[in-house]
């Protein structure tokens, strides 16, 4: 390989190089992956300062990151590179289902540099699971179907409940009836993650 070739392919890589640190783009978003619980805010961070020190509260519409389903972000920027979609108590993203997020060329960093690409990110937040130490055993409400009164790891919708809740007999599927668990001022559990389920027929009823 000759000097001059060996420059040229050089001065070409140091060219992608610089290029590609001059160039605005999202480094790290948090949380991300699977199994994410009770986050209160999704960090997008730069490579390069965006903003300068000052007022750091930005209204949606100037903020070219696209969430699906959409959350209720409020925006602020942390600091000059960490950007955040602040998420209030009420507004906390679903249990078990994906967000898709699509962040946008719009931004321009400090030193001129622009985002010239669209990065992609995806969160799946934790399927609610119960616990089987705090399962118990409540009544008969009949001679073979008995209730139970079950806790969630986490709060969870009536209609997720009866969707995905069975019992077994036989081999086979019996449909549970669910109903909300008596909730008490003075009780430590969280009445939206407690449920009572009973087989909707006789656990002995082959038919």
Not at 149 to 176: C, L, P, Q
Not at 180 to 206: I, M, Q, W
Request: charged share 25%.
């Amino acid at each position: 390989m000759s000097k001059k070739f060996f420059l040229f392919v050089l001065m070409l890589f140091s060219f992608s190089v610089s290029a590609a640190e001059s160039e605005l783009s999202v480094v790290r978003v948090v949380p991300q992956g699977k199994g994410i619980k009770n986050a209160d805010k999704i960090v997008f961070e730069f490579n390069q300062p965006v903003v300068p020190l000052g007022e750091m509260e930005r209204t949606a519409d100037q903020i070219p990151i696209k969430i699906k389903p959409a959350l209720n972000c409020q925006w602020r920027w942390l600091n000059q590179t960490s950007l955040a979609c602040v998420l209030g108590e009420k507004d906390r993203m679903k249990t078990a289902t994906a967000y898709r997020i699509t962040v946008n060329p719009g931004l321009t960093a400090l030193s001129g540099a622009a985002m010239t690409r669209r990065q992609k990110y995806e969160i799946e937040t934790v399927r609610p699971e119960i616990k089987p130490d705090s399962a118990r055993f409540v009544q008969f409400v009949a001679p073979e179907r008995p209730q139970w009164e079950v806790f969630f790891d986490t709060d969870v919708k009536m209609k997720s409940v009866k969707s995905n809740i069975f019992f077994m007999t036989g081999g086979k599927s019996v449909r549970a009836e669910v109903e909300e668990a008596e909730c008490f001022s003075y009780d430590t559990h969280n009445c939206k993650s407690r449920y009572r389920v009973a087989p909707a027929k006789d656990l002995g009823d082959r038919k």
